[in-house]
């Protein structure tokens, strides 16, 4: 069985300042990682993944995550956040294998102020 | 460009009515995947099909069904609407490789059953 944690369900940050989503996972086998961003009124859009390799993976619109299997977690983050970051985030783990399925977190809600 | 389309944006249905959701993908992918959103409890798994045809319940197919006749189309269907069922609906396609392949959404169907 797998499951994604994601604590609080808000963050507000200054626009400029670091934005930091934090994400644990639990999965009995070696997982694959995913962020997803959700704007209003739309679908979900991959951000980043994690499957195999580098540790730290590189995403879009400036986005970055780390896969830390010793603290099993997979932290968002984002060094000057932009208006336009506003949405709600989701992390989510699947296991390795064709037709694996994805679990996702409850998602987070990201606020920046002018 | 990859495109998941859903037939509706915002639906309105009233109890006991037969629900049609459905879902085209045009990147001749295998798997597909209904999903329901609802506040704070994330996305949560209501079918997907792994190929034409084929099909296994997710985490939550009570009330629910499910049809893949062709390889591009997956339908949801709500036998007989509930209030409960008053949701976000979302479909998404994904290849059929086990290397943590992404998952494409569409944009999302509201239904709300009065």
């Known amino acids: 069985a797998q499951s994604v944690t994601q604590l609080g369900s808000h963050v507000s940050v200054s626009e400029g300042a670091l934005v930091l989503l934090r994400c644990n996972y639990s999965?009995?086998?070696?997982?694959?990682l995913f962020w997803y961003v959700q704007y209003p009124n739309q679908g979900l859009q991959l951000l980043l993944k994690?499957?195999?390799?580098?540790?730290l993976v590189k995403g879009i619109n400036g986005f970055e995550a780390e896969f830390k299997k010793s603290e099993t977690s997979f932290h968002l983050t984002k060094p000057s956040a932009h208006m336009s970051d506003a949405a709600e985030y989701f992390c989510?783990?699947?296991?390795?294998?064709?037709?694996?399925?994805?679990?996702f977190g409850k998602g987070i809600t990201l606020s920046v102020r002018p | 460009d990859v495109k998941v389309t859903q037939s509706s944006r915002y639906l309105v249905k009233r109890t006991g009515e037969k629900v049609f959701l459905e879902c085209v993908q045009d990147m001749d992918h295998e798997n597909m995947f209904w999903y329901r959103q609802d506040p704070g409890l994330g996305l949560r798994l209501i079918y997907f099909?792994?190929?034409?045809?084929?099909?296994e319940k997710g985490d939550i197919p009570e009330g629910y069904s499910v049809s893949r006749e062709k390889k591009e189309r997956f339908s949801l269907i709500l036998e007989s609407a509930s209030t409960n069922q008053t949701s976000m609906y979302l479909c998404?396609?994904?290849?059929?490789?086990?290397?943590?392949?992404?998952?494409?959404f569409g944009p999302g169907t509201r239904l709300l059953v009065l």
């Open positions: 989510a783990v699947s296991s390795t294998g064709a037709n694996s399925k994805l679990t």
């Open positions: 999965s009995s086998v070696p997982p694959y």
């Open positions: 998404a396609s994904r290849s059929y490789r086990p290397l943590g392949e992404t998952q494409y």
């Open positions: 099909s792994y190929d034409v045809k084929m099909k």
């Open positions: 994690y499957t195999t390799g580098a540790t």
